[in-house]
Structures are given as structure tokens and as C-alpha cells.
């Protein structure tokens, strides 16, 4: 399944942070743009005012006169299409010349001041300025006040504006180059890690070992872990279809046998023998499925196991109880020898199919006349479950082999919980592989020794206490 482009998703969330940072920066550019520009403004504004005022004069009445020098209304007119004002006003508000609708500002703290205004319908930007004139005998005060359009101001705001604009949009540009280039070299490891994936065949399911960025590391380690699993899973199939084929050959193959010399038999008691002997076969290759397809479910509860606490003393009284009619049609003396309580952290139902297969090894291999116990013991921090029988026993190497491993293979030749080597009606083979491997899951350990006084076989699981 393909989803979103990872590179588009950063590109586009590094487009949208970097347009919101741009309209912040404009905004704070634009308002300072006008503030420069209203700067370089009043400051024109006050040099044309005092030009003016510089020629203010006393006349020969006492009054006063002004001569409005050309240059000063010139330095106003920044751009063609400006419109320039100016009024000067004798003391008490006498208007002298100039623009009489022309309002006045009122003054600063420094005897000017600037505003904003309007002139009829052109926005203007005004200065008034307050100076005094000596008459010879007492000192005179005036007002200057010049006024232009602010279509210049506006424009050097806008071009301010329109530059940093530029200057930003260039810079976005370039970063979303920087990165596009940047995360595709950041992603060339996962492009590698995806490519060794790829070359690898069906069956190559070793751990990854390419180098990756540590960001991606725990998907590495996930891949990983998912492969080791598929292993397991893919040994465990293995496992299977080798043991359907090694466990079922035999039986299959007495069946044919036996059905064939049935076929070719002389008489009808041959006929029966043989047919009795392909039963017997056949009887076996059911027992053999039914431990493979309990192998099966324990490979497959391998995964999503949720162990809880199970009552193993109960369980194992139970599972006795109800091999008892068995055990009295084989003449085998079953008995359960524990505590009334005993749990363990375990699974019930793969933990009962842990017993029946140690049961089921002791009551068919213990032979008649046989004492089987179960038993359950406590150990600090344990419960102990031991299934032992004092039947005819385990060959020494083979006792030795199972001592060794305390884990028995699936595949080893059969010779039975109890039985004698050879005995050939299915054996611990399967049956102990049963059992260690459903204790594995739970974290238990599983032992085999021979039993008391050297006879028969004990197996022990010893499983956590809860």
C-alpha cells in the first residue's frame, strides 16, 4: 500500500511555515517601510519649514513679512506628481500667507509638530512650526506650516515592501531547494535498506545489516524483529511437514504393506492377521496426526499468548482422573500425589495438553503392571509438575542424549515415555517435544531423568509460581 510522499508532507508543511513566517515579516516590513518613509518625510518637512520661517521679516509698521523662498516648496516636491501647501500666521492666528484652508498642527514639546491629514481630498502629511522674530523691542512669535501630498511616501513604502517581498520570496524558494535536496539525500539509506530487501530471495530471512540513520533505526529493529518471527514461523512449517513426513512414513507404509499381504493372503485367518496388523498401523499414524496437529497449535499459540494463573494441582488431579479408566484397562496403577492448590502462570488449555501428552506417554509405554504418579511439588518460586513411571525405562544413551539437550528433538526415533527402546507404537519423540515446547512458552523447564531406583522415567516441568 502507498501512501502519502513522505518529501511532499515536509515540503508542504515547510511551504505553510514559511508563508506564515513571510506574512509576518511583510507586515512588520511594511510597518516599518512607513514609518522610514514618514521619517524622511517630517524630516523634509521641518528643513522646508524652517526655510521659510528664515525669511520671515519685521517691515517698517512693526508687522511682519515673507518673502517664501522658491528652493524650500522645491525640496517638498519629491515626486512630479506631489502637491505642496504652506501657510505662515502672525501672533494671535493672524493668517499672513499661503493656503488659508490649510489646517494648522498642533505643537510638540520641541515647537513642532506633524499629522496626518487631509487638504479637500488629497491625504497629506503637515508640519507646524513655531518661531519668534525680533522686532527691537519684544520678540514676536509665528507659525510656519507645510504640507505635501504622501503619494511619494506611499511609493517608497511600497517599494520597500515589494523588494523584501522579493527578497523573501527568493529566500523560501531556496530553502524548499535545500530541503527538497536534503531529505533526498537523508532518505538514500531507506532507499538502500528498501533495495537490500528487495534483492533478497524468499528464504533469506537474516537480520538486516545495513547502516541507516538513527531516526530510522527502530524501523530497522522492527523489520528485524518481524523477519526473526517469519523465521520461527517458517522453521516451525519446516518442522511440521518434517515430521508429518518422518512420523507418518512408517505407519503408512506398515498400513500398505499389511493391506497388500492381506490381499495375497491364502486363507482367511492370514487375511485377519495382516488386516489386525494394518489397523494397528493405522492406529498409530492417528496417533502420530493428532501429536502433529498439537504441534501445530502449539506453534501457532506461540504468538499472542496471554498466560494467566491456572490451579496446576487441580488440573493435574482432574487429567488423572480422567485417564483412569485407561489406566485400569492397561492394568496400570494411576495415582496423583500433591497439594489441593497449586497456580502457576500458564496457559489452561496448552498447560492441560502439556499433561495428557506426559500421561499419554506413561500409561501407553509403563507397561501392565506399572505405577504411574502424578505428582506436584512446591520449590521457592516454583510448581513443580513430574509425571513418573516405573515401566521398563530408556535405553542409557538415549537417557544420556535427553539429560543433555533437557530439550528432546521432534525428530528423533520413537521409543516411548516409559517403553523400551524400539517398542515401536509412537514415543517420546513427539510427545516430549510437546511438552517442552508448550513450557516454553510459558518460561518453564523441562527435565528427564530415569526414575526411582533407576527404573522408568521421570519428567519434570518446572513452572513460576503466582
Known amino acids: 500500500m502507498t501512501g502519502n510522499s513522505l518529501r511532499r508532507q515536509l515540503l508542504a508543511w515547510l511551504m505553510l511555515a514559511t508563508t506564515a513566517l513571510g506574512i509576518i515579516a511583510l507586515a512588520d ?8 518613509a514618514q521619517g524622511l518625510s517630517d524630516r523634509v518637512l521641518e528643513g522646508s519649514a524652517l526655510a521659510i520661517a528664515e525669511r520671515v521679516t519685521v517691515d517698517e509698521g512693526g508687522g511682519l513679512e515673507v518673502d517664501v523662498p522658491f528652493a524650500a516648496l522645491e525640496m517638498l516636491a519629491s515626486a512630479a506628481e506631489d502637491q505642496v501647501f504652506y501657510r ?35 491625504p497629506i502629511r503637515s508640519a507646524t512650526l513655531m518661531r519668534r522674530v525680533s522686532t527691537g523691542s519684544e520678540s514676536v512669535a509665528f ?59 524468499p528464504d533469506d530471512l537474516r537480520p538486516l545489516t545495513a547502516e541507516v540513520p538513527v531516526e530510522a533505526a527502530p524501523l530497522a529493529g522492527a523489520i528485524n524483529s518481524f523477519m526473526a518471527r517469519l523465521d520461527g514461523a517458517v522453521a516451525a ?23 497388500a499381504l492381506a490381499r495375497r493372503a491364502g486363507d482367511r485367518v492370514q487375511a485377519e492377521a495382516a488386516l489386525d496388523k494394518a489397523d494397528a498401523a493405522l492406529v498409530r499414524a492417528e496417533r502420530v496426526l493428532a501429536q502433529l496437529l498439537a504441534l501445530a497449535r502449539v506453534d501457532a499459540a506461540a504468538t499472542g499468548l496471554a498466560l494467566q494463573p491456572v490451579d496446576l494441582a487441580t ?34 488449555v496448552l498447560v492441560a495438553e502439556l499433561l495428557r ?12 503392571g506399572a505405577v504411574v504418579t502424578v505428582r506436584v511439588r512446591a520449590e521457592p518460586g516454583f ?52 511438552v517442552a515446547e508448550i513450557a516454553a512458552l510459558f518460561g518453564a523447564s523441562c527435565s528427564f531423568d530415569a526414575g526411582t531406583g533407576g527404573r522408568g522415567l521421570l519428567a519434570s516441568c518446572r513452572f513460576r509460581a503466582v
Open 315 to 348: 488440573l493435574a488431579r482432574d487429567l488423572a482422573g480422567e485417564a483412569l479408566p485407561r489406566a485400569a484397562d492397561a492394568g496400570i496403577d494411576l495415582g496423583y500425589e500433591g497439594p489441593q492448590q497449586a497456580e502457576v502462570l500458564a496457559e489452561p
Open 29 to 36: 516590513t511594511w510597518r516599518e517601510a512607513v514609518l522610514t
Open 88 to 122: 505662515v500666521d502672525a501672533p494671535a492666528g493672524q493668517f499672513l500667507t499661503g493656503y488659508e484652508a490649510l489646517s494648522l498642527v498642533a505643537l510638540g514639546d520641541e515647537g513642532i509638530g506633524f499629522a496626518d491629514g487631509l487638504f479637500g481630498a488629497v
Open 383 to 434: 510448581q513443580v509438575l513430574e509425571v513418573e513411571d516405573n515401566g521398563p525405562g530408556l535405553p542409557q544413551d538415549r537417557l544420556s542424549q535427553l539429560q543433555l539437550a533437557r530439550v528432546p528433538q521432534r525428530m528423533v526415533p520413537q521409543a516411548g515415555t516409559g517403553g523400551a527402546s524400539g517398542s515401536g507404537a509412537g514415543g517420546y519423540g513427539l510427545g516430549l517435544a510437546i
Open 237 to 259: 512449517l519446516r518442522n511440521f511437514t518434517g515430521n508429518a513426513s518422518h512420523q507418518l512414513r512408517t505407519p503408512l507404509a506398515t498400513l500398505r504393506t499389511q493391506l
Open 357 to 368: 501428552n506426559l500421561l499419554d506417554n506413561a500409561l501407553r509405554y509403563g507397561g501392565p
Open 143 to 201: 507659525t510656519v506650516t507645510v504640507a505635501e501630498s504622501t503619494l511619494a511616501r506611499s511609493t517608497l513604502a511600497r517599494t520597500i515592501l515589494i523588494r523584501s517581498a522579493l527578497r523573501i520570496l527568493v529566500l523560501m524558494l531556496c530553502t524548499v531547494a535545500i530541503v527538497w535536496l536534503a531529505v533526498t539525500l537523508a532518505f538514500r539509506p531507506l532507499d538502500r535498506l528498501g533495495a537490500a530487501i528487495g534483492e533478497r530471495t
